[in-house]
């Protein structure tokens, strides 16, 4: 009884929070010539550029490089350790502290407990039957180690200097850390222990450990950024992807990991729609585990195509770029996508899915409203198709094909040269090709670009802004030119 009344309390809290009460429904997709402004945009607009930049523009940011493939061939064996001294083990000596688990156990944690056991000559494969662990040679010198978790961490037991002492904790954050795997996934002679946690819900992190000779260290290493612009280092991969697989994608003798995205699953989500299935890769770059890829599943609307597109040319796929920008311009089977819709969208899917939950507990509710329908944004075409005509032609130009960049970028001209929406980008792309064609260079191309972007910020609102759910990039003016 409790708990179904906590589940309704907590649905009822995610539907008053992420759900505001617009009446409306979406209709056909179809593109057309009505329009309506941008979202912030301003009614005035400053006259076409027409001269190139100038030194006071500033300096382009670099773009991080994208290494897809590893050579096996570089792979260094770790040569094996002497083999650690351990203490003289009674088989007849059995453990006789409580059992801690997920939950919690009535002795309180008892690494105390577990190393003076050890060290009177406890066996390690009574504690793996107690405590469901791990026993393999983590270090390389024929000694085995033991690895479990409990009670909010993990640990890993092992003999050092002719004792036995907790060589390394993990300290869970919400849960307690799962064993996953122990794996030589890098070929070098000493296994990785894969531990995983699920921080709330769907979300889900991944460690990786490895012994260098003298401790556990940790061999994802990144990045992360705070919203105050704050940089800290973090050394596990996190997503809502819930499964993952261990596999070799590429066929190279290294084995990948690869993780599924499930956030579809979770109610959390259905405020920031659209979602996508997403699939991430990671795989060893001779240094770490790395994020090799984190590609979406098909896109549904014309802006992921878009997004997808500017996303495949920094990893430097231009052949499958290409295609999603034509298929931003050509293809009838893409959707449309609004502030608006996605009102709807989050609506609707929290109403369903909170009238689900009330049937799967025999529960009655009072049936929601029907809708009103939403008008489809026509003005969303032309802006992102006249976007697409201009990164085609930055795509034509970086691979010399400058024939190829001036028919598209008279295409643009003529298609949307006069259309009130699709204009702003027609100016950027003049922008860019009256800088680029005086000195023949990308850089100069872009900065103009980019600065035209700074001073209409408003063409990067259809592009990926927070409308677009939580999976979409938003975009900032570098974004519009990353050619160096």
């Keep these: 009884m409790f708990r179904n009344l906590w589940i309704l309390i907590t649905i009822s809290i995610l539907i008053s929070a992420c759900a505001p009460a617009i009446q409306t429904q979406p209709q056909l997709d179809q593109p057309t010539a009505t329009s309506s402004p941008l979202p912030t945009a301003t009614s005035t607009r400053t006259a076409l550029p027409t001269t190139t930049p100038t030194t006071s523009v500033t300096p382009l940011p670099t773009i991080p ?38 939950i919690g156990c009535s002795g309180g944690p008892y690494n105390e407990a577990t190393v003076n056991y050890l060290n009177a000559g406890g066996t390690l494969d009574k504690l793996e039957q107690k405590h469901w662990g791990i026993i393999t040679d983590l270090t390389g010198d024929n000694t085995k180690e033991l690895v479990y978790a409990e009670f909010g961490s993990a640990f ?104 599924n995205d499930n956030s579809l699953l979770d109610p959390e989500y259905l405020s920031e729609l659209p979602l996508r299935q997403i699939t991430t890769i990671i795989g060893w770059d001779g240094k770490s585990f790395v994020i090799l890829s984190d590609d979406p599943s098909p896109p549904e609307y014309r802006f992921q195509a878009i997004q997808d597109a500017d996303k495949l040319i920094l990893r430097g796929q231009y052949e499958r770029a290409l295609s999603l920008y034509q298929d931003a311009i050509f293809s009838d089977k893409l959707g449309w996508w609004s502030q608006e819709r996605k009102t709807y969208e989050s609506k609707t899917a929290l109403d369903t899915w909170f009238q689900n939950a009330m049937n799967l507990m025999a529960e009655t509710a009072t049936p929601f409203p029907t809708l009103a329908p939403v008008t489809p944004d026509t003005t969303e075409y032309p802006r992102l198709a006249a976007y697409a005509y201009y990164r085609i032609m930055l795509l034509h130009l970086v691979q010399g094909h400058e024939a190829d960049a001036t028919t598209v970028y008279n295409t643009l001209q003529e298609k949307f040269g006069n259309d009130q929406y699709g204009r702003p980008y027609v100016e950027m792309a003049t922008a860019f090709w009256e800088a680029y064609q005086s000195t023949h260079k990308m850089y100069d191309g872009c900065a103009a670009a980019i600065q035209y972007a700074v001073e209409h910020p408003e063409i990067l609102i259809p592009l990926g802004s927070d409308y677009h759910g939580w999976q979409s990039h938003t975009y900032k003016p570098e974004d519009v030119c990353p050619f160096r």
Excluded: M
């Design 65 to 102: 490089t994208f290494t897809p493939t590893f050579d096996v061939s570089a792979i260094v064996t770790v040569t094996p350790a002497p083999k650690a001294e351990c203490p003289k083990e009674n088989p007849e000596l059995v453990p006789d502290f409580p059992y801690c688990n997920n």
């Design 156 to 259: 890993i037991y092992g003999c050092k200097e002719g004792k036995y002492e907790v060589l390394l904790e993990i300290e869970g954050t919400q849960n307690t850390p799962v064993i996953d795997y122990s794996i030589d996934l890098n070929k070098n002679g000493i296994p990785e222990i894969i531990f995983s946690n699920y921080e709330r819900r769907y979300y889900h992190s991944i460690h990786i450990i490895e012994w260098n000779g003298k401790e556990f260290v940790p061999l994802i290493e990144r990045t992360q950024t705070t919203y105050t612009g704050e940089t800290y280092s973090i050394d596990w991969i996190g997503g809502t992807a819930f499964n993952y697989k261990i596999t070799d994608i590429d066929n190279n003798g290294l084995k990948e990991i690869v993780a």
